[in-house]
């Protein structure tokens, strides 16, 4: 079953197209990566899948319903993980699930029951008489998940639940969200951490400019830049290195440079790996390794975009 259905979505404000006749399909239990930089439109769709955005043209199902004439239906099955957090500062742990989970009308011995397993699901349980204001970011951010869980939602759109928190709050939140899709949930995931989406994600969309440019498996993905040859050189020092020499070498695409490492991406009919160290040994760079790297989803979104996830 297809929990989402889009196609042929698009949005304008005013001037600006934010989505760009995008079409999505989302199968029930997938974890599904939706990336792209700031302002390429995932947020916009989130909007309208949430139903705080009308589209302009276009048609959506989720659930196997329409948007347009189902939403109470929709939004009673839905949650949400907002990317700035949507807790309340002067109530309890306890409390705040407790209101979220009422707005769905859970009540009485149910709605108890339902906010103790949300809060005992995030690690919070023996934390709940607590006010958010004494929380890490990462236990905030936790507290954030369990307010859109306690229903029982058949779809869960997470808006970039780890922003801004440390690895060990964001490892627990990425395994949280592994035992949510164990459970059955179907899960849409954004993120600007390349890393989350090859760890968790099944199928992955990328969107630029309002488009979704690509769509697949990671590996899939990958596959898109078959045409060409990685290198990472590791040198002594990096600030001699002049980055537009590099790039006239015939063959070059592109250079990454990141404190000693020089990612070097080439054509790969075109066997240059002698010419480019040439050119370090010539101007006395040192070399302290070389190692050839296969294409990642960094290289990928790399490629399609011209930028960095997170740039």
């Known amino acids: 079953m297809k929990i989402v259905k889009i196609e042929g979505l698009t949005k304008k404000f005013k001037d600006v197209i934010a989505v760009d006749n995008a079409s999505l399909s989302i199968e029930e239990g997938e974890i599904y990566g939706l990336l792209g930089p700031n302002g390429a439109g995932k947020s916009t769709i989130i909007n309208i899948l949430c139903g705080l955005l009308t589209m302009d043209k276009g048609k959506i199902e989720i659930l196997g319903k329409g948007i347009e004439s189902s939403s109470t239906y929709i939004k009673q099955n839905i949650g949400v993980v907002p990317q700035e957090i949507a807790i309340y500062e002067d109530l309890t742990a306890y409390e705040n699930v407790k209101f979220f989970a009422s707005l769905y009308g859970l009540k009485g011995s149910e709605l108890k029951e339902k906010v103790e397993e949300a809060l005992e699901f995030v690690g919070l349980l023996d934390k709940k008489k607590q006010y958010p204001k004494s929380f890490s970011g990462g236990m905030k951010r936790r507290l954030n998940i369990a307010c859109s869980i306690a229903h029982r939602p058949k779809l869960i759109i997470m808006d970039e639940p780890t922003v801004g928190i440390d690895p060990q709050s964001r490892n627990h939140i990425l395994q949280s969200v592994k035992k949510l899709n164990l459970l059955g949930c179907t899960i849409i995931y954004t993120t600007h951490y390349m890393e989350e989406v090859e760890a968790i994600c099944g199928n ?61 991406e080439s054509k790969k009919d075109v066997t240059n790996l002698d010419k480019i160290i040439l050119y370090f040994t010539s101007n006395n760079i040192s070399i302290k390794n070389i190692e050839s790297k296969n294409p990642d989803l960094e290289s990928v979104f790399l490629t399609l975009t011209g930028r960095k996830l997170r740039d």
Do not use: F, R, W
């Open 204 to 264: 992955i969309a990328i969107m630029d400019h309002g488009k979704v440019i690509a769509q697949g498996t990671v590996e899939e993905l990958k596959s898109i830049v078959t045409d060409v040859n990685y290198v990472e050189i590791t040198v002594e020092d990096v600030e001699v290195l002049n980055i537009e020499q590099v790039k006239a070498i015939p063959g070059v695409v592109q250079i990454e440079v990141q404190d000693e490492k020089i990612k070097i």
